[in-house]
């Protein structure tokens, strides 16, 4: 079975400027996360999708992140608009189960704003 | 709030050296423990897990137990290899979301 599929997998932009990630999950995983990691400390949870639904987004960090899951397949996320501390790895991850230990994860998406 | 705590890097080895990463935890409840590995240009794996007290849960060679009196699930291989040079990260599971310590960069050299 294909992974979970994130791209790109390195972006650098600017500050100010508009950025968007976006995570294939698993085929049927009604589970999908998002984390991410700063500056090479501990990664943290930002959300969690069931379906198209947010189940929980108390990880997000201010409002200009945007999560968005349309149908239930694929989800992106937007930083708009970008500061430098955004910058770190973007970690998707997706479970038919919503238990940890059945999650797949992505390789991940290096955000570098600059 | 729920956090862990793992020993700080990097860590250099020689190949067949014995390897321990220590990690603690701080939870409510009965959370799940895990250690998760990032190979070079790769994502996140799943290394091992236990999901309650004195379980051990090994993979690949490593091995940790869940020690709920000491919060901890320190990890350990005997004989490491070239190929096990990763980031690693202890993690704890609870209410579908996952805690993360900072992750340790382990190099061996051949």
């Known amino acids: 079975e294909a992974g979970v599929t994130q791209f790109p997998s390195h972006s650098v932009i600017e500050k100010g400027q508009t950025v968007t990630l976006r995570c294939d999950p698993i085929s049927g995983h009604d589970n999908l996360y998002w984390y991410r990691r700063v500056m090479g400390k501990e990664i943290k949870f930002l959300l969690h999708f069931v379906k198209e639904s947010k189940q929980d987004e108390s990880g997000m960090p201010n409002n200009r992140f945007l999560a968005e899951r349309t149908g239930g397949t694929y989800s992106t996320l937007k930083v708009q608009p970008a500061e430098l501390e955004d910058s770190g790895v973007y970690f998707c991850?997706?479970?038919?189960?919503?238990?940890?230990?059945?999650?797949?994860f992505g390789s991940g998406t290096r955000l570098t704003v600059v | 709030g729920d956090s862990v705590t793992q020993m700080e890097g990097p860590v250099t080895l020689s190949e067949e050296a014995f390897l321990t990463i220590n990690c603690t935890y701080t939870?409510?409840?009965?959370?799940?423990l895990f250690w998760y590995v990032q190979y070079p240009g790769e994502g996140l794996q799943l290394l091992l897990k236990a999901t309650k007290a004195d379980d051990k849960g090994s993979n690949k060679g490593f091995e940790a137990t869940y020690r709920k009196e000491t919060t901890s699930f320190h990890l350990e291989k005997g004989s490491v290899q070239v190929s096990d040079s990763a980031v690693y990260f202890c993690?704890?599971?609870?209410?579908?979301?996952?805690?993360f310590g900072a992750g340790t960069t382990v190099t061996v050299r051949a």
């Open positions: 991850a997706s479970s038919q189960s919503p238990r940890g230990t059945h999650y797949t």
């Open positions: 939870a409510t409840g009965y959370p799940s």
């Open positions: 993690a704890l599971g609870k209410k579908d979301k996952l805690s």
